[in-house]
Structure formats: structure tokens, C-alpha cells
């Protein structure tokens, strides 16, 4: 039975009832059982798991209330999460959800210094070694949800003492050399690594996350082999402090050239690294990165959880800068869940904060620079955007959004250095003329937007595109600014993969 994706234990004669939820997605997605149980089958064979071999009467059986075993209903979900472009579940699916391990999961972790430099070790040796586009392993997949918050909640919990910094990679009452080797790191060369973590920052925001991801990746393995040696404490919580900015940015990259998993997996890791060095700041800054995603994925309920965790993780810590971002994205995941009323609270109360930013004492840490008056037009109009949607194409959120995108647009256009930016931002104006019912100054964005997309290596910038000029097509496909442009996107942009 195994061979086939076969169902669990039942008992003999056991009446079935159909999987309603199932059935539903399924019709939905437009698959017929065939094409279904091959894809079902090529994902099978890319984790490894060449034991499955479905065909369509597979199919049926599911729809008709058979329980696959693993790793079938993690397909399944994989495989409808990217149909839908948001994360479906094994529950959305009506499958019986099974408990998995923390390796499973990717996401619950233990929160010990320990097991953080193995996992990141771990895992970034494997995106380098296998370099497969989206599969890392043979158990990487989203979490959304429950089983994402909750083991996100214990950021929040403090560190046993047992696992203190101070007793990091392993605590040991008589550590040999063997175990643990001193420390080869001078000051001089832990100043070149941050400094080479701010230039990586500074080419992923220039040239977007395709260029320089792998970079990253083997910067941050360098960066866990030193961590397996012994340090002052200082000097250890300044390479966790290291490590969770490369992680944080391998994430970003990874999300920024479309490979989800491992960019939440990326995230995770990171956060774990900020909590051994003690950084509070940086830990809500990479949940923003990581409600970001979730906004991305159609989870707004989810980022509004993981940004309230940052903000009550960092009130008392996070410069108005940083306070000023969470604030933007609190703004973007009420929008993106339909809560007009919260959503300009949290604008008001954005805009507010970033005033007081000028007046704060310390330098604000180099990961959140990029949080200028231009990215907080930019993350305040996409919130009345996403509001116009929401409320069913609102021209009055669309004008809201249209002034400050268009500021957003004249400030990056003078910013060499945030050119991704800049694309991302003509075409969210772009789309606010798509609903003020104006495309022909749309589709003069969108060009603008793909002679700047030549230049970044981002899948993301390159998908919003797409699906803006999708959307023009369809509303005003009979305009000719429009079918000009879908002959220049063909050129511009073909579809291939893109290598990371």
C-alpha cells in the first residue's frame, strides 16, 4: 500500500465519508485527477520519497475521504499553496494533520546557542550544496498559523541559564580541545565581517536578492564554524549578533528571488540567533521580515501576530525608527485583513513615530537605514492599496494611496542605491491607476518598471509586474497602450527560471 500513497490504519469496512474540502480545492484549481496525481508524483520524486507512484484512482479515493500518509498531504498542501499563491494547510485540505518533529516542521526549534549553530550549520550547508529551487531537504515546507506563532512566542521567553552565551557551543565543566577550540578571531577581523554583512545589505537592496544570495548563505556557514569555538562572551554575542543579520538577509534574499520555505526557514534560524546575542531590536526587526512574507503569502492574520509579538518584544528597546516600521506593517496586515479603521491608526501612529527618529540619541543599527521617509510614503500608500482592494476596487483608498505612492516613486527615483525599491514602487502606482480606471498612465509605470527590472535580479519585482499587466489585460485589454505593453513584457521579461 505504501507504494501507492496508501491511507493509515482504518478499521476494516469503516464507512467513508467524502472529503468535502478537498473536493472543493480540488475543482477549484481546475487539475484534472491525472495531471494532479502527476504532480503529486514529480514532487514525491524531488524529496526523495521514489517509493510513491499515484494515479487517478489514487485521486478519487482521496476525494471520496481515504487519509494519505506522509509525505502525501505535505504535498498536497505544497502543491495547492503555490495553485492559489497562499498557504493551504493540511487542514484546509481536510487531511488528518500529524504531529511532526521539530526537524519536520523547520520552524519549531529548541532556543538554545547550541542547537542554533548546528541547525544554521546545518541548513546552510545544505541551500549550498544542493542549490534545488525551493527544496531544501526532504522536509522543508511553509508554516502558517498555530504552528508558526506559538513556537515563535518563546523569542519572548527568557534564556535558562544553563543555555547562557557564556556556555556556548556546549556546556561543558572541562571543555577539551577537541570539543571545543580556542578562538582564532581578532578584533580587527570580526570588524571585517560586520562590515562585509552591511556591503551585502547595501547589494541586495541595489541589485536584489538573485545576484549575491549564495554569498550570503557561505558567509553565514563561515560565520557558524567560528561560532563552534571558544570566545570572550563579548565576542560571541557579537558573532550571534553576525550571524542572525546574515540569516536574516539569506531570508530575505530567498523570499525576494520566490523560494518561501526556505526563506521562513531562514527567518526562524535568524530570530533564534538574535535571542543568544541578546539583541531585541534586531529579533523585531526579522519578525517584520517575517509578517512581510506572510502579507506576501495571504496570511494577514498571521502577520499581524508575529508584528505584535515585535512590537511587545521591543517597546522598551527599539528605536523610533524601528517603532515607526512595525507601526507601517501593523498598517499593511490590518489593510490586508479589511480593518480600514485600525489600518490608518496604524499609519497615523507610523508617520508620528518616524518624526521622532531625528531626534534620537544613538545611531540607528545599519539594518534598519533602509526604513527612509521614502519607504514610509511607500509602506503607508501600499496599506490604502491594499485597502482599495479589499473594499472591492474603493477609488476612494485608491486616491489616498495615489499621492503618497507618487512621492514614494520621486524619492527612490534619486536613491541609486534601493533600485529594487524604486521598481516595486512604480508598479504599486501602477496599480493604483489600474483602479482609478486610468491605464494608460499605468502601463507608462509599468515600462519605466521594466527598464529598472533589467538591472535587479528579483523574481518579486519581476512577478508584480506580471500580474499588474495579468490585471491590465483583463480590465483593458482593448486599449493599445496595454497590448503594446504585453508585447514589450514578453520581451523584457520571458519566463525562465531564475538562478539563485
Known amino acids: 500500500m505504501s507504494g501507492n500513497g496508501g491511507s493509515g490504519t ?22 484534472s485527477k491525472g495531471e494532479l496525481a502527476r504532480q503529486v508524483n514529480r514532487r514525491a520524486r524531488q524529496l526523495g520519497a521514489n517509493h510513491i507512484s499515484t494515479d487517478t484512482s489514487r485521486v478519487r479515493r482521496w476525494l471520496d475521504g481515504e487519509n494519505p500518509r506522509e509525505p502525501i498531504p505535505r504535498i498536497l498542501s505544497e502543491l495547492f499553496s503555490e495553485r492559489f499563491g497562499l498557504v493551504v494547510s493540511v487542514e484546509d485540505l481536510g487531511l488528518r494533520a500529524t504531529r511532526q518533529s521539530a526537524s519536520v ?27 534545488r529551487r525551493g527544496f531544501l531537504g526532504s522536509s522543508l515546507a511553509l508554516s502558517a498559523g498555530p504552528a508558526l506563532i506559538e513556537p515563535m512566542q518563546r523569542w519572548l521567553v527568557p534564556t535558562p541559564q544553563a543555555a547562557q552565551i557564556s556556555q556556548i557551543p556546549q556546556p561543558d565543566p572541562e571543555p577539551t580541545p577537541a570539543s571545543r ?81 526556505t ?20 529579533g523585531s526587526y526579522i519578525l517584520s521580515s517575517m509578517s512581510r512574507q506572510m502579507i506576501h503569502v495571504g496570511r494577514p492574520d498571521d502577520a499581524l501576530e508575529l508584528i505584535h509579538l515585535a512590537q511587545y518584544g521591543s517597546r522598551d528597546c527599539a528605536s523610533p525608527r524601528t517603532q515607526s ?19 490608518k491608526r496604524a499609519v497615523r501612529m507610523a508617520e508620528e513615530t518616524f518624526t521622532d527618529a ?6 540607528d543599527p545599519d539594518w534598519i537605514r533602509f526604513f527612509s521617509e521614502a519607504e ?4 503607508n500608500s501600499h496599506s490604502f492599496r491594499d485597502l482599495a482592494y479589499v473594499a472591492g476596487r474603493s477609488p476612494a483608498y485608491a486616491s489616498l494611496a495615489e499621492p503618497l505612492m507618487r512621492r514614494a ?32 498612465q499605468s502601463t507608462l509605470l509599468v515600462e519605466r518598471a521594466l527598464r529598472t527590472a533589467k538591472n535587479v535580479r528579483s523574481e518579486r519585482v519581476n512577478t508584480r509586474i506580471r500580474k499588474t499587466v495579468d490585471a491590465a489585460v483583463r480590465d483593458y485589454g482593448h486599449v493599445a497602450e496595454v497590448v503594446d505593453l504585453t508585447e514589450k513584457l514578453a520581451i523584457a521579461l520571458p519566463e525562465t527560471a531564475e538562478a539563485v
Not at 554583512?197 to 557558524?224: I, N, P, S
Not at 526563506?263 to 534586531?282: C, I, R, S, T
Not at 531625528?358 to 545611531?363: F, H
Not at 514610509?376 to 509602506?379: D, N, Q, V
Request: glycine share 8%; aromatic share 8%.
Open 409 to 440: 516613486v520621486e524619492l527612490f527615483a534619486d536613491d541609486p542605491e534601493h533600485q529594487r525599491s524604486y521598481a516595486l514602487n512604480l508598479v504599486g502606482l501602477a496599480t493604483v491607476h489600474l483602479l482609478r480606471r486610468e491605464p494608460e
Open 10 to 31: 482504518a478499521a476494516a469496512g469503516a464507512e467513508k465519508r467524502p472529503n468535502e474540502l478537498l473536493v472543493s480545492w480540488f475543482v477549484r484549481s481546475g487539475w
Open 181 to 261: 577550540r580556542p578562538g582564532r578571531l581578532s578584533g580587527p577581523e570580526l570588524d571585517l565581517l560586520e562590515s562585509t554583512t552591511v556591503m551585502f545589505r547595501r547589494w541586495d537592496a541595489q541589485c536584489g536578492g538573485g545576484l549575491r544570495r549564495k554569498a550570503v548563505v557561505g558567509q553565514l556557514h563561515e560565520v557558524t564554524d567560528l561560532l563552534q569555538e571558544a570566545h570572550p562572551e563579548a565576542t560571541t554575542r557579537r558573532l550571534f549578533k553576525v550571524a542572525a543579520e546574515l540569516a536574516e538577509l539569506a531570508g530575505w534574499m530567498s523570499y525576494d528571488v520566490g523560494l518561501q520555505p
Open 325 to 343: 516600521m512595525l507601526y507601517a506593517m501593523e498598517a499593511r496586515a490590518y489593510a490586508n485583513m479589511g480593518q480600514p479603521g485600525k489600518c
Open 376 to 379: 514610509l510614503y511607500a509602506e
Open 105 to 131: 516542521t523547520g520552524v519549531d526549534l529548541p532556543w538554545t546557542g547550541p542547537q542554533t549553530v548546528a541547525l544554521i550549520s546545518e541548513f546552510s550547508r545544505s541551500d549550498l550544496m544542493l542549490a
Open 263 to 282: 526563506a521562513q526557514k531562514y527567518f526562524v534560524l535568524a530570530l533564534h540567533a538574535a535571542k543568544e546575542a541578546g539583541d531585541k531590536p534586531l
Open 358 to 363: 531625528g531626534e534620537w540619541d544613538e545611531p
